[in-house]
């Protein structure tokens, strides 16, 4: 995949020098409660944030999504032998990176063996502000999601990936696994047929993988920036279906696809 040119102020990057210092390297929070999910969906890695399976939710129509297939995490760029191994061993043979070109820059990535990496810029041509919104969040971040430029072919990139990894899986990834990372998610999670109440539930577990209270908008997530992000869905293309169709440009096909190879 192509890299995609990025300008952008030295405030940012000094910014995220900053951040980087508060979200890497730290060991994940205890998986959430048993009855909060299916199964324990955490892959217990040291040096990776927020890195979790996405499967075992049951969708609107009886059918679950499949473990061992998708993965959503943080940067890698502190993965310790040992977790490199954990995805190895996991079969990760694609990592989706969506950070910006500064942030890839501070934390380079540690791929697993055998697999491939591609690099899929969400708001490297977003204007400064947006960017710099990255180490906050907010709801002018996740409304981003649907109109910065380059951002409907990051997610789709995602996606396709997903569709075109048939031999192991796919994992995806932002710097703390929680913004752009839970915007993927919950595309990927809807498009498949998961209810709204399930992708929102698996959208929060990322305040409980962070050890992040409700009121850390630094470390954690609310329901009103996931919310915001499903209306701008709606404002600017009238539903999700069509946000799907007409940003994403994903067919019938390419949906078909998804759902054949995750859903059992």
């Given at each position: 995949?192509?890299?995609?040119s990025?300008?952008a102020?030295?405030a ?10 508060a ?27 927020n ?16 473990t ?12 310790t032998?040992d977790?490199l191994?954990?995805?190895?061993d ?6 989706h990176d969506?950070?910006?070109?500064f942030e890839?820059?501070?934390g380079p ?18 204007p ?8 906050t ?61 399930t ?15 409700p ?20 404002q ?11 940003a994403?440009?994903?067919t ?8 054949a190879?995750?859903?059992?």
């Amino acid at each position: 995949m192509a890299h995609r040119s990025l300008r952008a102020p030295v405030a940012l990057a000094t910014g995220l020098v900053v951040a980087f210092g508060a979200v890497t390297g730290a060991a994940l929070a205890d998986p959430p409660a048993a009855s909060a999910v299916a199964f324990d969906r955490s892959l217990h890695l040291q040096g990776v944030q927020n890195a979790r399976d996405i499967g075992g939710y049951r969708t609107l129509d009886g059918r679950t999504v499949r473990t061992g297939s998708v993965y959503r995490g943080g940067q890698l760029n502190n993965a310790t032998p040992d977790d490199l191994a954990v995805l190895t061993d996991r079969r990760v043979r694609v990592v989706h990176d969506l950070r910006t070109v500064f942030e890839r820059e501070l934390g380079p990535d540690r791929i697993p063996a055998g697999a491939t990496a591609h690099w899929d810029d969400v708001i490297g041509h977003a204007p400064p502000a947006v960017m710099a919104a990255t180490l906050t969040g907010g709801e002018g971040l996740y409304r981003a999601f649907i109109t910065a430029p380059g951002a409907d072919e990051a997610f789709a990139a995602v996606l396709r990936g997903i569709v075109d990894t048939t031999d192991g899986a796919v994992l995806f990834h932002c710097t703390a696994g929680k913004d752009r990372t839970g915007w993927t998610a919950a595309v990927l999670l809807t498009v498949l047929g998961v209810d709204r109440a399930t992708v929102t539930e698996d959208y929060l577990l990322s305040n409980q993988f962070r050890n992040a209270s409700p009121d850390d908008q630094l470390n954690g997530v609310r329901q009103s920036w996931l919310d915001a992000a499903f209306d701008q869905v709606n404002q600017t293309y009238g539903s999700f279906d069509t946000y799907v169709r007409d940003a994403l440009e994903l067919t019938d096909a390419d949906i078909a696809a998804l759902k054949a190879e995750l859903l059992a």
